[in-house]
């Protein structure tokens, strides 16, 4: 029911390591996906999209990594910094619709 | 500036009414969107609009409308239909074509007492 997922996953990180952010998509048609931050309060933000027809993109400080074989998607990010501290959601989509699709998220909180 | 405004930030109400969220959009795109957002959860889908005068229901559109009579503005009302409002609502928008992102705006914490 609309009760389920209340509680975010989280993922803790030193400052200056690198984070791994995962998402397993639901949707073998999916072709198009898109990772977005949101710090607390705001609306999401735009980070890196990647299409499947790729496997690997990189942003500055940002790698996404997709494996359509297993419908996973992942998220790097190099040298994690405190304004990296937010709720990361990956979508999915399918070109031709208008509509995406968007995971639970992963809180990102980072230790000193 | 280019952007998606939604206003205002924090809205209180009593149960029972009906409250009407903005969204407005300067940045020409073609569809815009409504999401509820609950603690700990990810964004629902309430409904969208590819065009003017037309819109399409979500994953979650009872006890909710929209109208859109301009490509700028695209206004959600919650009615007194829905059965917990207590939410945040967030709009966006995205340009006509299938691998553009969604532009989000600030949102609106509704507080139904």
């Known amino acids: 029911g609309e009760s389920v997922g209340l509680h975010l996953p989280t993922l803790s990180v030193q400052e200056g390591d690198n984070s791994i952010i995962n998402c397993a998509y639901s949707?073998?048609?999916?072709?198009?996906f898109i990772w977005y931050k949101q710090e607390s309060g705001k609306g999401p933000q735009f980070i890196i999209d990647i299409r499947s027809n790729m496997d690997k993109r990189q942003g500055q400080r940002v790698t996404v990594l997709l494996n359509k074989t297993v419908k996973h998607l992942s998220l790097q990010i190099a040298a994690t910094q405190p304004g990296d501290s937010a709720v990361y959601f990956c979508?999915?989509?399918?070109?031709?619709?208008?509509?995406?699709?968007f995971g639970q998220g992963t809180r990102l909180t980072i230790n000193p | 500036d280019g952007g998606i405004t939604q206003s205002p930030k924090y809205l209180f109400r009593k149960e029972g009414q009906n409250v009407t969220l903005s969204c407005e959009q300067n940045?020409?795109?073609?569809?815009m969107y409504w999401y509820r957002q609950d603690p700990g959860q990810g964004l629902r889908l309430i409904y969208y609009s590819q065009i003017v005068n037309d819109f399409q229901k979500g994953d979650i559109a009872e006890g909710y409308s929209v109208s859109r009579e301009k490509k700028e503005s695209f206004p959600l009302t919650v009615t007194s239909a829905q059965k917990n409002p207590t939410a945040f609502y967030l709009c966006a928008s995205k340009s006509y074509g299938s691998y553009n992102e969604q532009f989000f705006g600030p949102g609106t914490r509704l507080t139904v007492l």
């Open positions: 949707n073998s048609a999916s072709d198009y």
């Open positions: 979508a999915e989509g399918i070109q031709g619709a208008q509509k995406l699709v």
């Open positions: 940045l020409n795109h073609d569809a």
